[in-house]
């Protein structure tokens, strides 16, 4: 709006432009609709979503964060925290052998299952999957993944390896004790009839 005035400054009339801004409200709608999408998925996700930079520096990292490690997004994303730190010590050494570990291959995606020390000092078992993402030029532009808690069915995995473990001793410990039996029975024949054996031959000759 833009007033028109007289010589005197009194207002005699106003000039308008109107533009049509229906395209750049439905973009805005749209895009607000998809940041609430974003927000709804992350607050009902159940694993963390993240993305780093080729120094392994986050980009972002949400999702249940907090829930699975301790440690706050925020932790991560101000340097108080990385990821490296938390990966359990004995199962640092095995990630970086791992025939699935490739982070110079083009997109390259790799599964992992790890233990990681919670804030509160506890282990659990997490499975990520990464990806590399490169530009044009062959570059890595960055490393995006998820990381999800598989602990409940890890424990069910190890419980159910011991389980197996002990009936499989549990077998050979019932098969050897039967061998023995058979021994000690075959010993106890051969035993008694020799003697039964000895005895009749005595008789006889007397």
């Known amino acids: 709006l833009c007033p028109f005035l007289d010589a ?9 432009i109107e533009r049509d801004i229906t395209l750049r409200r439905k973009a805005q709608l749209a895009l607000q609709e998809s940041e609430e999408r974003y927000k709804s998925f992350v607050l009902n996700f159940k694993g963390i979503a ?8 986050p980009v972002f990292i949400h999702g249940a ?16 925290m990385n990821w490296d730190s938390i ?10 052998q791992h025939p699935d570990y490739k982070p110079d291959l083009p997109s390259a995606d790799t599964d992992l299952e790890y233990r990681i020390v919670r804030k ?7 499975q990520e999957h990464s990806q590399n993402i490169f530009d ?5 532009h960055f490393i995006q993944g998820t990381v999800h808690n598989i602990d409940q069915r890890k424990q069910a995995e190890i419980g159910l ?17 039967r061998e ?6 075959a010993f106890e024949i051969h035993d008694e009839l020799g003697y039964a054996l000895t005895a009749m031959k005595l008789d006889l000759a007397w």
Do not use: C, M
Not at 50 to 57: E, G, I, T
Not at 87 to 96: A, F, M, N, Q
């Open 120 to 126: 509160d000092g506890t282990l659990i078992w997490v």
């Open 180 to 185: 023995e039996e058979r021994k000690q029975i």
């Open 65 to 80: 964060v907090e829930d699975i490690t301790g440690y706050t997004a925020d932790d991560f994303l101000e340097g108080r």
């Open 50 to 57: 993240f993305r780093s930079a080729p120094d392994y520096k």
């Open 161 to 177: 390896k011991d389980s197996r473990e002990k009936f499989r001793n549990l077998a050979i410990h019932i098969d050897t004790v």
């Open 136 to 140: 044009d030029a062959g570059n890595l």
């Open 8 to 16: 005197t400054g009194r207002k005699i009339g106003v000039s308008t």
């Open 87 to 96: 990966i359990y010590d004995e199962d640092r050494e095995v990630l970086l």
